[in-house]
């Protein structure tokens, strides 16, 4: 199922939905510790999740980018999204993931193959995050990978209380780029240690 694949990097895959891994994300969206600074905070039903991934077949369709599944292989299992969808104030980046990823190296990953897709090959000129101003953890993230200070973003007020707007365009991107590849390259370099080790420990 190789043609199902957008790209592949540092041991992540980016790739289009299939029917499995909608079970993966109702898990994900229908948490409430993962739902907490989504939206209304609400967690999802399964009909509301059937829709979600549908409009985002239908964006990877009809833009050629979407929201992809983040899995480790073309049949690998559902780690989790990164990607992008038309939004109110342009293009915006969005992440989630399955608990057991938080704080894992494969989720910065991840993220750093989607926007190097994005800028390198869609030829992006900006995208942007919307991050709820509660969710500091996310916040923190996204400011260090794009190397920017809270005082360059700003506050915009939603229905669903007050969430930090990042703005991120190509200037940005290329600025931090190689410091961002450097990173990525210690941090894949690490779990492959980690798994050269879990191997060997395995075997005896």
């Not at 993962?34 to 239908?58: A, L, P, W, Y």
Request: overall charge neutral; glycine content about 6%.
């Amino acid at each position: 199922m190789m043609n199902n694949v957008i790209c592949s990097k540092y041991g992540i895959t980016l790739r289009k939905w299939n029917d499995d891994d909608i079970q993966g994300y109702a898990t994900l969206a229908s948490d409430e510790e993962n739902m907490k600074f989504i939206s209304s905070g609400q967690v999802r039903t399964i009909d509301i999740i059937n829709d979600e991934v549908e409009r985002f077949r239908q964006n990877q369709e009809q833009k050629g980018w979407a929201r992809w599944v983040v899995s480790q292989g073309a049949n690998a299992p559902f780690m989790g999204y990164a990607g992008f969808e038309e939004k109110q104030f342009g293009i915006n980046f969005g992440m989630r993931y399955l608990p057991k990823y938080w704080g894992t190296p494969w989720t910065y990953l991840a993220g750093h193959t989607a926007l190097c897709w994005a800028f390198d090959v869609l030829g992006f000129t900006s995208v942007y995050t919307l991050t709820n101003i509660k969710h500091t953890r996310a916040i923190q993230m996204n400011l260090k990978y794009l190397n920017l200070d809270r005082e360059q973003c700003r506050i915009i007020s939603t229905p669903f209380g007050d969430h930090l707007k990042i703005d991120y365009d190509r200037d940005n991107f290329f600025k931090v780029r190689d410091k961002n590849e450097s990173t990525a390259q210690k941090l894949y370099q690490y779990i492959q240690k980690q798994e050269t080790r879990e191997t060997v420990h395995a075997k005896y």
